[in-house]
């Protein structure tokens, strides 16, 4: 059993800054990549930020680089993303992702999302 936890959203004024934390508990033997996603109003999900756990490799969507960081503790399972200079355009839910989680030997990898944080940025 893998579990996913965010926390860290809230409401913020604009040009404010959350940062938000995602936590992998449970029995697995390794992750490939830990990813943020947000849904916005419309319900479509959008990739914001990934990196990999082997290298520490980052990709960003356009509209946030710049001002967000992702970063990871390995020792801690733990991913985090600092949200800088917040624009109303960020309302979303923010949802993590660890991708490719390996459970066992032989078994097919699949990814866990946890249940999402709302961030609310007020103008």
């Known amino acids: 059993q893998v579990q996913v936890v965010e926390s860290g959203g809230g409401s913020v004024q604009f040009g404010g800054s959350l940062r938000l934390s995602c936590v992998v508990s449970?029995?697995?033997?390794?992750?490939?990549?830990m990813e943020w996603y947000r849904q916005v109003p419309d319900n479509s999900r959008e990739m914001v930020a990934t990196i990999l756990t082997s290298d520490g490799l980052t990709n960003y969507a356009d509209s946030v680089k710049g001002r967000f960081t992702i970063s990871r503790d390995t020792y801690k399972n733990t991913v985090y993303l600092q949200m800088n200079t917040l624009k109303t355009g960020d309302t979303a839910v923010y949802y993590c992702?660890?991708?490719?989680?390996?459970?066992?030997?032989?078994?097919?990898?699949?990814?866990?999302w946890g249940q999402g944080t709302q961030v609310t940025v007020s103008s």
């Open positions: 449970g029995s697995f033997s390794s992750i490939y990549s």
């Open positions: 992702k660890a991708a490719h989680v390996l459970t066992q030997p032989g078994m097919i990898p699949r990814d866990y």
